[in-house]
């Protein structure tokens, strides 16, 4: 018996796949790359975006398709709106919340009879039971990268977004878990561990200080750093500006491990956007965060998040992101075309930006990225870097790897046995988003 997974949008989808693998494993099912072979097929769906959700229509159009010729058993979760959710009663065979994946074994059992089950109780927007989840034990897809979700659910409710409606209300893993499952990782030899959440730096504040905050998980996890006579690197992800706060900075350039790379999504450069986005933070606020980044963590690169044509958003408002683009000379942003999703506050405005124009101001602000990124990497060419060799590059005979700062390194090699390890690399020359190099041997950086 073969089965397959398809994971849309974001990490933490990927994330929970890898428990979803884990559960299905331990039924007895293979895994396989192909979707034609598999008894089992899931898919991971994401309602954040239009375009992932179509392309689960598209899926189980084929899937279905299929079962004309051959048993085959589907099914969904991820992070799906109610709305969506009614769509697919209809079309797979069983659908359940994240929080009921240890029931997932008794769902293919019974085969179709527990398909309007998972739903009987209607959304848990409290997130009850999920420290059932959180127990299932993941199967890793990689041997050198790890996710380590430590909170669950949003209560921010930005205007735009569905995440509060298919995710629910934050809760926080409990600390000493996520921390042993650090700990455990990094004596397994993984290299590169993602701390996951919708709000990372929120992490606590829901039990009223029953559990330690973020800045101090952080910290726990830099010490554990200190403690192992082991190379690797920690993340987080996503922040909110609202609470990142001078402490959490201060600790990950106090650590080794915490790596010096930080994500910091700003949506948008303008206030009155950011107001009706209900970001509950204006750019004072966040250019204050990436003053401070700059003035303790000087090496650390900056990602973030960026939203085009939201409903309303002026020509010239759009300008004033394309200041901040400017200002804060991002290393890479992830620009969305605004959409709206039914649930979301945002979904009852008239989409009144035009899709021409949407497009027109993303292509505008991806040319800024690629002139601010460009001027960082060509700053890399003759240093020396650190990178996490993660696989074979697309020109033959390099490999590709990623530096503490996540930018994107290749080198001339042809050796597999590198992959998962770091490496030295003299940056030679640089690109858009990536540079190139060559690999440092023991000897040459002894020398």
């Known amino acids: 018996m073969k089965y397959h997974?398809?994971?849309?949008?974001?990490?933490?989808?990927?994330?929970?796949?890898?428990?979803?693998?884990?559960?299905?494993?331990?039924?007895?099912?293979?895994?396989?790359?192909?979707?034609?072979?598999?008894?089992?097929?899931?898919?991971?769906?994401?309602?954040?975006?239009?375009?992932?959700?179509?392309?689960?229509?598209?899926?189980?159009?084929?899937?279905?398709?299929?079962?004309?010729?051959?048993?085959?058993?589907?099914?969904?979760?991820?992070?799906?709106?109610?709305?969506?959710?009614?769509?697919?009663?209809?079309?797979?065979?069983?659908?359940?919340?994240?929080k009921d994946l240890p029931k997932l074994p008794e769902m293919i059992q019974?085969?179709?009879?527990?398909?309007?089950?998972?739903?009987?109780?209607?959304?848990?927007?409290?997130?009850?039971?999920?420290?059932?989840?959180?127990?299932?034990?993941?199967?890793?897809?990689?041997?050198?990268?790890?996710?380590?979700?430590?909170?669950?659910?949003?209560?921010?409710?930005?205007?735009?977004?569905?995440?509060?409606?298919?995710?629910?209300?934050?809760?926080?893993?409990?600390?000493?878990?996520?921390?042993?499952?650090?700990?455990?990782?990094?004596?397994?030899?993984?290299?590169?561990?993602?701390?996951?959440?919708q709000n990372v730096n929120s992490y606590g504040l829901d039990k009223k200080g029953d559990e330690i905050d973020f800045p101090e998980l952080l910290r726990r996890v830099g010490n554990l750093g200190n403690q192992l006579n082991k190379e690797f690197w920690i993340y987080f992800t996503s922040p909110h500006p609202r609470d990142m706060t001078d402490e959490v900075i201060e600790v990950i350039a106090q650590y080794k491990c915490l790596a010096k790379q930080i994500h910091l999504p700003i949506q948008s450069g303008d206030d009155k956007v950011l107001i009706h986005m209900n970001r509950k933070h204006g750019m004072e606020k966040y250019r204050?965060?990436?003053?401070?980044?700059k003035?303790?963590?000087?090496?650390?690169?900056?990602?973030?998040?960026?939203?085009?044509?939201f409903t309303g958003e002026k020509d010239e408002?759009?300008?004033?992101?394309?200041?901040?683009?400017?200002?804060?000379?991002?290393?890479?942003?992830?620009?969305?075309m605004y959409s709206p999703r039914p649930g979301a506050l945002s979904h009852r405005w008239f989409d009144d930006i035009s899709l021409d124009i949407k497009k027109e101001r993303h292509h505008i602000l991806t040319q800024d990225l690629k002139i601010h990124s460009k001027n960082?990497?060509?700053?890399?060419?003759?240093?020396?870097?650190?990178v996490l060799v993660k696989g074979q590059a697309k020109h033959d005979g390099y490999l590709a790897g990623l530096t503490e700062g996540r930018i994107n390194v290749r080198f001339l090699s042809q050796d597999e046995n590198l992959i998962g390890q770091f490496?030295?690399?003299?940056?030679?020359?640089?690109?858009?988003?990536?540079?190139?190099?060559?690999?440092?041997?023991?000897k040459e950086s002894a020398a």
């Open 5 to 98: 997974l398809v994971s849309l949008g974001c990490q933490m989808n990927a994330s929970d796949g890898e428990r979803v693998r884990s559960v299905i494993e331990n039924m007895g099912y293979q895994w396989t790359d192909n979707e034609e072979e598999a008894n089992l097929i899931g898919i991971l769906a994401c309602s954040v975006r239009q375009k992932a959700i179509d392309k689960v229509y598209s899926k189980i159009h084929k899937w279905n398709l299929w079962k004309n010729k051959r048993n085959l058993i589907t099914f969904v979760s991820g992070c799906i709106l109610p709305s969506d959710l009614d769509k697919f009663l209809k079309l797979f065979d069983i659908i359940f919340q994240m």
């Open 317 to 336: 408002q759009f300008e004033n992101t394309r200041k901040a683009m400017s200002e804060f000379k991002y290393n890479m942003a992830y620009i969305a």
């Open 295 to 309: 003035r303790l963590i000087p090496e650390a690169t900056l990602f973030t998040d960026i939203i085009v044509g």
């Open 423 to 442: 490496v030295d690399v003299k940056i030679t020359s640089a690109a858009d988003f990536s540079v190139e190099g060559e690999m440092i041997t023991i």
């Open 110 to 197: 019974q085969y179709g009879i527990t398909t309007p089950v998972g739903l009987q109780q209607g959304f848990d927007s409290q997130n009850e039971n999920i420290s059932e989840f959180w127990h299932v034990k993941p199967s890793y897809t990689s041997e050198f990268e790890a996710f380590v979700p430590i909170q669950n659910g949003c209560d921010k409710f930005c205007s735009f977004c569905a995440v509060p409606y298919t995710r629910g209300r934050e809760v926080s893993r409990p600390s000493d878990e996520i921390v042993t499952e650090v700990q455990s990782l990094v004596e397994r030899g993984f290299k590169s561990i993602t701390l996951l959440g």
């Open 376 to 386: 960082y990497n060509s700053s890399m060419v003759g240093k020396t870097y650190r």
């Open 288 to 293: 204050q965060i990436v003053h401070t980044i």
